[in-house]
């Protein structure tokens, strides 16, 4: 995962399908994808914990990042790339992008192994900046990830442009609603770095919630002797 900075900024030329001048960084599509209160919890109300896989995530991109710029094994590649939309206003960097014949490829690298589609709009996105930038068109891109050690190839077909450019739209509307969307409490929380600040089995669980609230106001019996 690319580690842009979290807050939003206003760009130039809005998406077409946008009301307002706010940019969505790349980052932020994955993090909505996998789950909208989490992308909220880091872009809206800037908060952000550390656990044992974003520590990994992070020492895997540093490791990423200060690699050779150079050809490897004949492949044109550039690290840490500045990537842009102003079409539909994202912002953010790739891991990697290699040049194939001329044509931009990107890389993300991840820790973990493969779970659902969340990393590939996150690097649809990524090929749809590059596709505005240098002018061609982006058929594929690909995913490592460490735990196999493979990359998985994703092809940017026209289904998952569309569920990329919906997802864009929806971290753009919380980002000028400024919401945080209410919890999910399910099989994905207990790994989430969020979940001290997310709180889903409190939150999530509206009984349980009024019930601590009416606890923190409820009378105390005096003291008979006093």
Request: proline residues 7%.
């Amino acid at each position: 995962m690319s580690t842009e900075e979290a807050q939003p900024l206003p760009h130039g030329a809005a998406s077409p399908d946008a009301d307002e001048d706010v940019d969505v960084l790349l980052s932020a599509i994955e993090h909505y994808s996998y789950c909208p209160r989490q992308c909220a919890l880091i872009h809206v109300e800037q908060t952000y914990d550390e656990n044992l896989y974003t520590i990994r995530g992070a020492l895997a991109h540093q490791r990423v990042d200060s690699g050779d710029p150079t050809a490897s094994r004949g492949t044109e590649t550039a690290r840490g790339l500045p990537l842009w939309s102003e079409r539909y206003g994202l912002r953010g960097k790739a891991d990697v992008v290699e040049w194939h014949n001329g044509v931009p490829y990107p890389v993300e690298y991840k820790v973990g192994r493969r779970h659902g589609e969340h990393a590939d709009v996150q690097l649809c996105a990524q090929a749809i900046c590059l596709e505005e930038m240098f002018g061609v068109e982006v058929p594929s891109g690909a995913i490592y990830y460490g735990a196999t050690r493979k990359r998985y190839e994703v092809r940017f077909d026209v289904g998952l442009r569309g569920r990329t450019l919906a997802l864009i739209e929806g971290v753009r509307a919380m980002l000028l609603a400024q919401a945080l969307p209410p919890p999910v409490d399910d099989a994905r929380c207990p790994n989430c770095s969020l979940i001290n600040a997310c709180l889903p089995a409190v939150v999530g669980r509206r009984g349980r919630l009024l019930a601590l609230q009416r606890s923190l106001f409820e009378p105390q019996p005096l003291d008979e002797r006093e």
